[in-house]
């Protein structure tokens, strides 16, 4: 009778993992690779940059996010985007909750 309850009971929609079973985008190993292996190549701007100047500082902060979603775009042209969902206001709640305990513990802290 349980299973009866369970399958009239109604389900939402849980966020879940895109690509994972070709849904919306297939991506094969080799593509995995690449996507791997800009990430890596992120990660060797950030550790071996050594150029400073006023604008030289960001170079590694832009390269870091920028290669690795470059390679995604690259491999999924139609649905890069689907690892990202739209900011809800329980999301901007959320940031804003993080950001006053963040300043709170910093004062205590200080």
Avoid: C, K
Wanted: glycine residues 8%.
């Amino acid at each position: 009778m349980t299973n009866d309850v369970q399958a009239a009971a109604p389900t939402l929609p849980d966020p879940d993992i895109p690509y994972y079973n070709g849904i919306p985008q297939v991506i094969t190993g080799r593509q995995w690779w690449l996507v791997m292996a800009a990430i890596v190549a992120g990660f060797a701007v950030v550790s071996l940059w050594g150029l400073g100047g006023a604008w030289g500082h960001w170079i590694p902060v832009i390269a870091l996010p920028l290669i690795p979603l470059l390679a995604l775009r690259h491999v999924a042209p139609e649905h890069w985007t689907a690892i990202f969902r739209r900011v809800s206001l329980r999301d901007v709640l959320l940031m804003l909750g993080i950001w006053i305990l963040n300043v709170v513990v910093t004062v205590v802290v200080g």
